[in-house]
């Protein structure tokens, strides 16, 4: 049975989802990507442009080398979606589909968050981390915080390491004695499912004087008065404010009427929407788990391999599982690692690898791996 299978965006989830296809079904699959941008970054990438760790040339992947049997790039900006019909218009035209697979990743909301966009700096999307980097070198001392604006966010643990990173640099920079870091972040511990991670990372910010705000998050910028204000009224005077943005699904989703919250509700087992032969995968979508491109991944692989069975008439796979591994970034060029299990038990649990040598490698290892897998380099 031949079926288009159209897939929306070429993120974590897009692309292994393309892939698992193309590798299964060879030229038989029928696949088309759709992604308005020209390369894929790694999430973590971002925090390597913003201490000028990396060239954003070098960690771009660019979508022309993702060429893979039976899937069909497009670059195009999708605009609007019918999941009763399964179908897609974007600025090239119109894609019906039999199989819908939704992956746009989560989008920010600067508007949500008065004072942001005049006020303050992100380090979330790559025009942000580009922005910051260009800024640090100009920051001889004063007070820095880096505030989450909202939960849901993109990885959990990348505020704590942009604080612990950010304290590198200064001290590289021999500033770092002129210069107070806070962190203000929503949740109680920084990285709640796991209290052994959040532990370490809790006695990292102390060793190094950084201060932890937790259960805060910040809900305002006056920018005349250079001052984060925090959801229970507290001020916060800064010289410099890195933010982590509200975020929600993008507008585009928002307008299909299959967005609930600000996501898309789906079966946490199957990935299934309400809308039949229409799933969404990754940070775009309300499963349970963090969101973070691992567990983007995972869900991919459930649905591609819930797509071919029915495409080839095999097993359907088991319900999805919600584990995933982090790598956090403790700076001084050490790497600690988490392994969380969201869906399993009756509550998340999460376990810590202490920072060692064998991590650097395994991340460098999570990346190149990918790079490879996806795009053939
Ligand atoms: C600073 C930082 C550090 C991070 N570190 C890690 C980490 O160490 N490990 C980890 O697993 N995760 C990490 N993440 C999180 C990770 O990047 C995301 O969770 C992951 O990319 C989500 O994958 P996705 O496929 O759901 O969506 P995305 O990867 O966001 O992909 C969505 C795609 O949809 C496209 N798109 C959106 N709207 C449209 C439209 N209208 N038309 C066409 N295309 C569109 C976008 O261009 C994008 O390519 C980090 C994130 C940040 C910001």
Redesign the pocket.
């Known amino acids: 049975m031949q079926s288009r299978v159209v897939v ?9 989802f393309a892939t698992v296809l193309s590798d299964t079904l060879g030229d038989d699959a029928d696949v088309t990507l ?4 020209d390369a ?1 970054v ?6 390597d442009v ?1 201490f000028g760790r990396a060239a954003l040339d070098d960690v771009r992947l660019l979508y022309a080398d993702f060429v893979k049997p039976g899937i069909r790039f497009l670059r ?4 609007a979606i019918d999941p009763e019909a399964r179908r897609v218009t ?1 600025n090239g035209g119109v894609h019906e589909a039999d199989v819908l697979v939704v ?5 920010y909301d600067f508007d949500a968050t008065p004072g942001l966009a005049e006020g303050g700096s992100e ?3 790559v025009g942000g ?1 580009e922005r910051v980097r260009d800024v640090l070198p100009t920051f001889t001392g004063g007070r820095v915080i880096v505030g989450v604006c909202g939960a849901p966010f ?2 959990p ?2 505020p704590s ?2 604080v612990l990173l950010l304290h590198d640099y200064l001290s590289e920079r021999g500033v770092r004695d002129q210069c107070e870091i806070t962190l203000v972040m929503p949740f109680g511990t920084p990285v709640p499912p796991s209290p052994d991670t959040s532990a370490a990372l809790l006695a990292a910010f102390a060793e190094r004087g950084i201060e932890f705000v937790p259960s805060r998050r910040v809900s305002s910028l006056d920018p005349a008065r250079s001052i984060a204000v925090l959801d229970d009224g507290a001020e916060l005077p800064y010289d410099l404010f890195l933010g ?1 943005p509200q975020h929600r699904a ?4 928002l307008e299909s009427g299959m967005s609930e919250d600000g996501y898309v509700p789906v079966d946490s087992r199957t990935l299934e929407t309400r809308f039949p032969g229409v799933y969404a ?5 309300t499963v349970g788990v ?8 995972g869900a ?1 692989r459930v649905v591609a391999t819930s797509v071919v069975a029915q495409l080839r008439g095999g097993a359907q796979p088991a319900a999805y599982d919600g584990r ?1 591994s ?3 970034e403790f700076g001084a060029g050490r790497v600690g690692r988490v392994d969380i299990d969201f869906l399993t038990g009756p509550k998340p649990t999460g376990t810590f690898q202490e920072p060692a040598d064998a991590l650097v490698a395994e ?1 460098q290892h ?1 990346g190149a791996s990918r790079r490879a897998r996806w795009f053939n380099h």
Not at 42 to 47: D, N
Not at 103 to 107: K, Q, V
């Open positions: 929306l965006g070429a993120g974590f989830g897009g692309l292994e759709i992604d308005e941008n894929f790694f999430g973590y990438s971002k925090l913003m195009e900006t999708i605009t974007t992956a746009l990743g989560a989008d380090f979330y999307s981390a993109k990885c643990p990348a390491e942009a982590v993008p507008a585009v989703v995968v990754g940070d775009v979508a963090p969101k973070a491109g691992v567990f983007s991944e991919a995933g982090c790598y956090i991340k999570f």
